[in-house]
């Protein structure tokens, strides 16, 4: 196993001997003007040196004319890449390499801080397989004294704990197919969540035949076995904590089966299991604030390859709960993962408060919602509700799309079998989530994610790769719950 998991982030300084330089932060040049924070001689130094109306940051000299510091001009937006987030990571960028200690000049709320220090870190992410040496980023890095003196130990730590699950679901999505096979996730994830002390079921071989059906039948054709991971964490043993459900699709390579990919469609499908990775950042997420909560994670684990033992178009397979399943295209494979899975989790004599699964499930919904933009379905208002409403609060949006009964329809077979797939060319995501509640109980409260899980462009702070897209929103939801429980 060739791959571990640095909690060390980048960006933020640890050495205190080393002589910070001050980085100020204004909302504006009515600001700047007015403080007396840099002498008069500094600010016109500035004004002469930088447009600041269309820069937003310049630097000072000191007294021997040396760097003396740095200002910024934010402006507070909740605009998706105008939000302080991507601010922060351009500026860390835009600075020369050096210890800055930041200080909030205007009156910035201590959210606006913290999205401000969020930013700063994602700035500092970067994949490698090799061993990247820390002292390639100690250069530059930001020391956090001031805002300690404003923002609370536990909000601080919050922030570093989603950007440490960003990186993890970066990391476990930019890992080639060959290293991140079913098993090798497998190790990794007992590896990772070890110091968490969870309760961690396997399923495999036999156990995963007879137990999951559908899992092992789209598995079965890889040399690369499939395995289904059942993690449990409770922050205590009195159950008295919401219970969620988190079930992610973790097919690690996707070849299409017999219905296999142009070679163009498959340069990304290491990314098929990026539903499995967000859901993993999450979970690192909360259980490193040790949020209030029994968390349940479902990952079914698989890759989709071709060989004589492929599922084939009209196959038919009972699913974990006995429904006949036909399948309607070797391509459509991950829904058939979470149908069991979902099946499974609702199992438990412990009523779940909710469940949400994230997938890379459909092309519909990225024809419909872009690649930036994760499809959100559900059969609850109120979780839909807050959700959305957290995404937007986050600046980690997502968009809700309805679960259209009139096109259950097109899932029913005249043979009392649904297909997987549906006998439409049109409204693919909305059929795909429909398939899926075919085995949501009408109790169960459910909420589904159709995500890209792949920046496909770079900017300051999100680079292309794998992407934890809709990781905040669902992080910041549950610590919500949790805490009106």
């Not at 029994?294 to 699913?319: F, G, H």
């Not at 092309?363 to 499809?375: F, H, K, N, Q, W």
């Not at 839909?384 to 799309?401: C, F, H, T």
């Amino acid at each position: 196993m060739v791959y571990n998991f640095n909690e060390f982030l980048n960006g933020f300084c640890e050495n205190r001997k080393i002589k910070s330089i001050p980085l100020y932060l204004f909302n504006d040049i009515k600001s700047f003007n007015s403080t007396k924070l840099i002498s008069e001689k500094q600010k016109k130094f500035l004004t002469t040196s930088f447009t600041l109306e269309t820069q937003h940051f310049g630097f000072f000299p000191d007294k021997e004319f040396g760097l003396g510091g740095a200002i910024a001009i934010i402006k507070k937006s909740h605009e998706p890449k105008k939000s302080l987030i991507d601010q922060a990571a351009k500026l860390s960028q835009k600075l020369p390499k050096r210890k800055w200690s930041v200080q909030f000049v205007d009156k910035f709320e201590n959210f606006d801080k913290l999205n401000f220090i969020l930013g700063w870190g994602l700035a500092f992410y970067n994949f490698s397989i090799k061993k990247i040496n820390k002292s390639t980023y100690e250069k530059q890095s930001l020391c956090l004294s001031q805002c300690k003196k404003e923002i609370s130990k536990n909000s601080l730590e919050k922030c570093f704990s989603e950007i440490r699950g960003i990186f993890l679901t970066r990391d476990l999505i930019n890992l080639p197919p060959n290293i991140l096979t079913p098993l090798n996730y497998e190790k990794i994830i007992k590896k990772l969540f070890k110091k968490f002390s969870p309760t961690i079921l396997s399923y495999k071989d036999k156990q995963l035949e007879k137990n999951f059906p559908l899992v092992n039948f789209v598995g079965r054709s890889s040399e690369n076995k499939p395995v289904l991971i059942d993690l449990q964490w409770n922050k205590n043993n009195k159950n008295n904590y919401p219970n969620i459900v988190l079930v992610g699709k973790g097919v690690t390579f996707d070849s299409g089966g017999l219905d296999i990919k142009p070679s163009n469609s498959m340069l990304l499908m290491k990314k098929d299991m990026g539903g499995s990775a967000v859901v993993l950042g999450i979970a690192y997420a909360l259980m490193s604030i040790n949020c209030s909560v029994n968390l349940r994670v479902i990952l079914p684990l698989a890759e989709n390859a071709v060989s004589e033992k492929s599922m084939r178009p009209l196959d038919v397979v009972y699913s974990r709960n006995q429904t006949p399943v036909e399948i309607g295209n070797t391509d459509a494979e991950g829904r058939l993962l979470l149908a069991d899975s979902l099946t499974y989790c609702q199992e438990s004599k412990i009523k779940s408060d909710f469940i949400i699964d994230f997938a890379t499930l459909t092309g519909a919904a990225r024809i419909a919602l872009g690649t930036e933009l994760p499809a959100l379905f559900t059969n609850n208002d109120t979780l839909g509700e807050d959700i959305m409403n957290e995404g937007i609060k986050q600046i980690d949006p997502m968009w809700r799309l309805p679960l259209f009964k009139p096109y259950n329809k097109q899932l029913d077979k005249n043979n009392n079998v649904i297909s997987s797939t549906g006998s439409s060319g049109t409204g693919g995501a909305i059929t795909a989530a429909l398939f899926l509640n075919r085995f949501i109980d009408k109790n169960t409260n459910w909420a589904h994610v159709d995500l890209m899980a792949w920046n496909t462009s770079s900017r300051p702070g999100f680079p292309i790769g794998g992407e934890a897209m809709g990781l905040r929103s669902i992080v910041n939801m549950i610590i919500k719950y949790c805490s009106k429980s």
